[in-house]
């Protein structure tokens, strides 16, 4: 919490323009936050050293890259060890498929969010989960999505 206390409503505005844009030129920020460029880049400068921008990459089209099916699996396990554990996130992330993984309190162990080209693809990745040695695997096929963005509310 310390980090948020150290951030200024200044830089939750450059935060919230890199979010939608990363790819914005620094003189355009800078002149629309009423900054100078070299002022601009020292604080994203700052932002990047105590961690609070971790990255910056590119986000890719899904369905212009053939990977039009997104699948969330929940997994159910009988092994709460750590040598499963080491186990399972092996094999999670050999999987290029799967975009996300979350270990989960209650019913639920693990939710896992994986794209793949379509319902045969997502069998391939389901024969390589199941190596994970599995209690219970379910998946949920996405039809529709109504809302998806990368953007933290700041």
């Known amino acids: 919490m310390t980090q948020i206390k150290i951030i200024d409503a200044l830089d939750r505005k450059i935060l919230r323009a890199l979010q939608r844009d990363s790819d914005e030129p620094i003189a355009d920020l800078a002149a629309r936050l009423g900054l100078s460029r070299s002022a601009c880049s020292r ?8 961690g609070v921008i971790e990255r910056s990459v590119a986000l890719l089209s899904q369905s212009k890259l ?12 009988n092994q709460h060890n750590a040598a499963w554990s080491r186990q399972f996130q092996s094999v999670v992330e050999q999987l290029p498929g799967v975009l996300e993984v979350h270990r989960l309190g209650g019913e639920i162990d ?45």
């Open 66 to 77: 053939g990977l039009g099916l997104t699948v969330f699996v929940t997994i159910k396990t």
């Open 110 to 154: 693990y939710l896992l969010k994986a794209v793949v080209p379509d319902m045969p693809g997502y069998d391939a990745l389901y024969q390589q989960l199941i190596k994970a040695d599995l209690y219970d695997v379910s998946a949920s096929f996405v039809m529709e999505t109504m809302k998806h963005t990368t953007e933290l509310p700041l």
């Open 43 to 50: 604080r994203i400068a700052r932002l990047a050293e105590i």
